[in-house]
């Protein structure tokens, strides 16, 4: 596996590996790599002929209040992951490749970025937008694959590529990879090394409320009284909060207070320590 930071170096080494006529599919990550980010290696290898692995831990995500200096960096350790699991490529600038002095440009998505995550963490998704854009114009994959986990993110992702013609990869073929969970049910998360084991415990609760709330709205019962006994569930299992818990549009994103037609989507951000941890599930909507 070839290690890149710098950019003339990546756009020399892209262009031998799609040498002759061979694809390449991207992996975005900012490192401390589990079992779920695995997973999008091992799918990006069935869709292309190489693949590369983005590591950036993008600062323009990171509110003001947020974890950016805690988050864990584990280069040489997620290193040897990837060229274990047969990976072409890393791609791991420094903060200065990829935001050089005097950047000034960023990316804001209207309509799906504006709820959930996106108002309890203003700024988060522009500088989601942004850097993935970069990402895409540096590597030119044929196919990005991303986790269902952050369904916000790849609902952001999938519109900035459609409003702004990014063929590299086409929408299309911006894959969304379900998301890999722990045996007790729990979304694998780089965040979930900061819980306790008494928080780590507790957390289980979140996925198995969810699907105990999915279970009633298919079964009929009314959503905002659904929703809020998904709430108290938690509150009672130890969160300390729950930033949001809605029912949507599985595209859109556009909240239902009633199953609408086609495909849902649970959403659910909650508190619990000092970590905050997201999931989402699909829920059936109406047919007709």
């Known amino acids: 596996m070839q290690t890149i930071t710098r950019l003339e170096m990546l756009r020399i080494s892209v262009a031998l590996l799609r040498q002759p006529g061979k694809t390449l599919a991207l992996v975005p990550t900012m ?3 589990h079992d779920g980010h695995l997973t999008l290696v091992r799918e990006a290898q069935s869709r292309a002929d190489h693949v590369c692995v983005s590591i950036f831990v993008n600062p ?12 864990p960096r584990q280069l040489e350790a997620d290193s040897a992951l990837l060229s274990a699991a047969g990976v072409d490529l890393l791609w791991a600038p420094p903060v200065e490749v990829m935001y050089p002095a005097g950047f000034a440009t960023s ?5 799906v970025a504006e709820n959930y995550c996106g108002a309890d963490r203003p700024g988060h998704f522009d500088g989601v937008a942004t850097v993935v854009c970069k990402l895409f114009n540096q590597v030119r994959p044929d196919v990005a694959c991303f986790g269902e986990k952050d369904w916000q993110q790849l609902a952001v992702i999938r ?8 063929t590299f990869p086409e929408p299309d073929r911006i894959a969304g990879i379900a998301t890999v969970r722990e045996p007790d ?7 979930n090394r900061y819980l306790s084991p008494q928080d780590r415990a507790a957390a289980a609760t979140l996925p198995r409320a969810m699907q105990e709330a999915i279970a009633r709205i298919e079964a009929g019962q009314e959503v905002p009284a659904t929703l809020a006994a998904l709430e108290d569930e938690l509150l009672g299992a130890g969160f300390t909060s729950v930033d949001y818990a809605e ?7 556009q909240r239902w207070d009633e199953p ?12 619990i320590g000092g970590t905050r941890l997201i999931d989402n599930m699909a829920v059936r909507g109406n047919k007709a």
């Open 31 to 33: 490192g401390a790599l």
């Open 60 to 71: 323009a995500q990171f509110g003001p209040n947020e974890d950016l200096d805690a988050y």
């Open 107 to 111: 990316i804001s998505v209207a309509g």
């Open 159 to 166: 519109r900035m590529a459609r409003d702004l013609d990014l």
């Open 185 to 191: 049910g729990l979304a694998m998360s780089s965040r």
């Open 247 to 253: 029912l949507a549009d599985a595209g859109s994103l």
């Open 260 to 271: 609408g037609r086609g495909a849902g989507r649970l959403l659910v951000a909650a508190r």
